[in-house]
Nanobody
Framework: QVQLVESGGGLVQAGGSLRLSCAASGRTFSSYPTGWFRQAPGKEREFVAGINWSSSNTYYSDSVKGRFTISRDNAKNTVYLQMNSLKPEDTAVYYC???????????????WGQGTQVTVSS
C-alpha cells in the first residue's frame, strides 16, 4: 500500500504562481514514474505532467507546457509541480498519481492522491 498526499493548493491571482507537493509514504518501491492530473467541474480529467525516477524523462500537456515544471526529490519521496503564469482555466482539483510506466500517451495509474484545490482568480 502506498499513500500519496498533495499539498500547496490555494487561491492565487491570474499571473501568479503556486508549487504543489506530492509526498509518498507507506510501502513504496520508489522507482515508479509520477504524474499530475487535474479535473475541473464539468470537465474531463486531464493528464498535465509526468516524470520518471531519474528526472530524465518528463511530459507536459499542451495546455501547461512552458508554464508548469514537474520535479522530484527522491530523498524526500516527494514530487513537485511548479505552476507559473497561472490562468483562470488552470482552476481545478489537482491529483498526483504513481504511474506504471512512462507511456505518457496512455498513463496507467496504480495509486492516487486525495487531491488539492487550485483556484485562479481573474
Amino acid at each position: 500500500q502506498v499513500q500519496l498526499v498533495e499539498s500547496g493548493g490555494g487561491l492565487v491571482q491570474a499571473g501568479g504562481s503556486l508549487r504543489l507537493s506530492c509526498a509518498a509514504s507507506g510501502r513504496t518501491f520508489s522507482s515508479y514514474p509520477t504524474g499530475w492530473f487535474r479535473q475541473a467541474p464539468g470537465k474531463e480529467r486531464e493528464f498535465v505532467a509526468g516524470i520518471n525516477w531519474s528526472s530524465s524523462n518528463t511530459y507536459y500537456s499542451d495546455s501547461v507546457k512552458g508554464r508548469f515544471t514537474i520535479s522530484r526529490d527522491n530523498a524526500k519521496n516527494t514530487v513537485y509541480l511548479q505552476m507559473n503564469s497561472l490562468k483562470p482555466e488552470d482552476t481545478a482539483v489537482y491529483y498526483c498519481a504513481r504511474l506504471l510506466s512512462t507511456n505518457w500517451i496512455t498513463p496507467l495509474v496504480n495509486y492516487w492522491g486525495q487531491g488539492t484545490q487550485v483556484t485562479v482568480s481573474s
